[in-house]
């Protein structure tokens, strides 16, 4: 008797754990959803704040916005990786799904999931890799990671709409076995969880001694605060006497160390450094409010002003102050920093500290304001 070959089994059927399965998926992707759309909110944020465009009004307070909107950013988008990862796991028997494609209605869904997925994984990777102080892809981190968040938008949101329904009826009928999903569920959920906890000590104070995974944290850094660039980095050396902060506008002034620290009242001001890359921590800052010597050089109220510094070159030589954040009281030229003359790592002589500002704006080694 001539055995007939068993029948081949499709691919995608044979996979029969119930973890592949359309509820785990469901959950999965409302997670996944809610965090990537919180990721894009805060992530414009950040970008419309450092790059305005002309009708944009930021108000200076309240004095800690940027840093939370930075850490729920930067520590949510890392609590997203296992649950991307357990998505993908979760759903990719459907990659092998034979035949691949059954209608050009079918193969634009799935160039559309595949655009959905590239993109994840490449603002997840990129994003980690940025934080990391890691670059080792050609592309410009900023711009490439800015782009590609519409694309993921964009491909989410069609996604959502085809999903929706079927996502609705699966979270709203009763599933036979639970068991397996739920713990599989909760496992993701403690790695998501897991992450967080060891990263939010990062921007969240309270728990820096847990931050085993950050790579700055509050409190570790000269005068308690981290660094981002140092001044060797900056390639900045000491300045002596001889230096002077010039500052150019209806009225040309020029200010020597001594100068700022007798001509104008001194003040304290309790300020955030938040830095893009997630990380922020806060320090008591003294020197003389922009506000003070801008008027002295007779800077119209809704003057803009550039901070110009000593660095020859480099992204961040240079920042902006729009007028809501110069009128601020608590807007400093800062002179000390937790109780002692600046360190020259936080831009000794004098650097801009500014309530509610990203940290790539907090410009170090000041020598020029420009009044426009
Ligand atoms: N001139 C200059 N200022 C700078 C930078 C820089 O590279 N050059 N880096 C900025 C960034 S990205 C951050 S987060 C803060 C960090 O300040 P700190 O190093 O004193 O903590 O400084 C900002 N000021
Ligand atoms: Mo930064």
Known sequence: MVRRPEPLTPPAERFTSPLHDERVAAWLGMA??????TAFA????????????DWMYWPSRPVNLYRVTQGLHVIGGLATIPLLLAKLWTVYPKLLQWPPVRSVGHAIERALILLLVGASLFQLATGLFNIAYWYPFPFFFP?????????????L???VAN????VRRTVMTRPEDTIGRRRFLLTVAAAGGAVTVTTVGETFTPLADLAVLAPRRPGVGPQALPVNKTAQAAGIARVGPSWRLQVQGPVDLTFSLQDLHTRFPAHTARLPI?????WSASGTWEGVRLRDILRT?????????????MERGGLYR??????????DPLTLLALRLNGSPLDLDHGHPCRLIAPNRPGVQQTKWVHRLVIT
Do not use: N
């Open 32 to 37: 996944l959803g809610l965090s990537f759309g």
């Open 42 to 53: 805060t992530g414009l944020f950040s970008h419309f704040m450092q790059h305005p465009p």
């Open 143 to 155: 711009t490439a990671h800015y782009w590609t968040a519409y694309i993921l938008m964009g491909a």
């Open 157 to 159: 949101v069609i996604h």
């Open 163 to 166: 999903e929706w329904a079927k």
């Open 274 to 278: 938040a830095c893009v890359e997630g």
């Open 297 to 309: 050089a007779g800077a119209p109220e809704d003057a803009r002003v550039r901070i110009e510094s």
């Open 318 to 327: 240079t920042s902006w102050v729009d007028p809501p954040h110069w009128h």
